[in-house]
């Protein structure tokens, strides 16, 4: 079991189950407030090149070490991620945005993700047994690997990384976001009194330390989650040392609503899932297609669902928030000129959202775009944040058309009560993850990932702790020589 940890406190990086203080050190933002949080380290080159030398050692033991054990000591870490996850609900709430019931969320989901890898044996595979002889394929581990996180959901997408690294003989080095260093810290410094030294290490760091990570000869394998740019940057240089990655990028999921549609089951779900998070959820529903039949009394009722129940305001302090603050001020900027184009380009509202401008903090309102063109940047860019299009169709082929015209491709959704027609509809979308008659649902155990520019390889599930082993042929000859 770790230890109680206190959220306040930053003594160093871990490496090899050390607090490794730095010379420099920064701070992210409270982006509800404004306001300066604690100070972190910010990791060296040499920093890095020491956790990686500890990695390298660490792996000859433990990528031996019986899957039994290292399961044991999965379980051990979701254990005291539960025993500390009051205070780290708290810290991921002021570091990250989200509302508290939202982070609340995110650590249920965590544990629950850690649990489940702790039980998933990825096994030899018999290819074919004959009295001449046994071919096998089998799995090992890679080696040292690197997990660079994102600010949206640093817990849960950092702990979807460390665990299938852990369980199947890997060690691992995770890179928190700057924006959102504190509780992946904390994760590292629960971690020290569970894995050996060595296994699982954080390193807090500028915007040069995810590239020092990706270009290091001695990190066999990059897992990131991120932007489509940043995530060709990452590609381009694990390429010089021919090491793998996984990418996990950015979408701009369609959600296709049909006429036969129980509205009043499916809108609020529909329109929850445009929002949560402020929109800053990769997997959301971000072009929501409505059947010309219906588009109007959607469009109205969407609007009064929004208003009476997606509340705008710090969700540490205020109840029932859905949306909280844009999550730092790069992104609000980047939020805000979108919203600025509903007058530059004459978009129509259904609403119009806003910017608080009078308050501290990152606040912006939902804005729901009444059937903009189809060319319109709110339609072909991910805006993360909290505005969405809506757009009217009426030929299943057309939406279909319409739904795969994008270079992105990680989830979609239709909605319909004639499965038969919707399942139809959602074999020919052009996306990692496709849902009927929901959106956004993951489960450990089921792989996910992004077709087109929205990824490289899968997460989770089986498939997704593959990718993190190398396939062997074994062949074993039975005859003897004499």
Known sequence: ????????????????????????????????????????????????????????????????????????????????????????????????????????????????????????????????????????????????????????????????????????????????????????????????????????????????????????????????????????RVAASCANTLKRYVLELGGNDAAIVCEDVDMDKCLPKITTLAFLNSGQICMLAKRIYVHEAIYERFRDAMVAFTRENIKTGNGLVEKDVVVGPVQNKMQFELVKDMYAQIEQQGWKCALEGRVRHEEKGYFIEPAIIDNPPEDSRIVVEEPFGPIVPLLKWSDDDNVLERANALRTGLGASVWSKDLERAERMARRLSAGSVWVNSHFDVAPHVPFGGHKESGIGMEWGVEGLKQYCLTKSLWVWKRTFD
Not at 84 to 104: F, V
Not at 148 to 166: D, E, T
Not at 213 to 224: K, L, R
């Open 1 to 232: 079991m770790g230890s109680k940890v206190d959220a306040k406190t930053y003594p160093g990086n871990i490496i090899n189950n050390q607090f490794v203080p730095t010379a420099k050190t920064r701070h992210s933002i409270d982006p509800a407030t404004d306001e300066p949080l604690y100070e972190v380290p910010v990791a060296t080159k040499e920093d890095l090149d020491a956790a990686v030398k500890h990695a390298r050692t660490a792996f000859k033991t433990w990528s031996q070490t019986p899957f039994e054990e290292r399961a044991k000591l999965l379980l051990a870490f979701a254990d005291a991620i539960e025993a500390n996850r009051e205070d780290l609900e708290r810290l991921q709430t002021m570091e990250q945005g989200k509302p508290l019931q939202l982070a609340q969320l995110e650590f249920t989901m965590t544990v629950q993700w850690l649990r489940a890898f702790a039980t998933m044996q990825i096994k030899d595979e018999v290819l074919e047994d004959t009295e001449e002889r046994t071919i096998y394929q089998t799995y090992t581990p890679i080696g040292v690997c690197g997990g660079i996180v994102p600010w949206n959901w640093p817990v849960l997408l950092g702990v979807g990384k460390i665990g299938p690294a852990l369980i199947t003989g890997n060690v691992f080095i995770m890179k928190p976001s700057p924006f959102t260093p504190y509780c992946d810290l904390k994760l590292g410094e629960l971690g020290m009194s569970i894995f050996p030294p060595g296994v699982f290490q954080v390193l807090s760091g500028n915007d040069d330390l995810g590239p020092w990570m990706t270009s290091h000869p001695d990190i066999d394998m990059i897992s990131f989650t991120g932007s489509i740019a940043t995530g060709k």
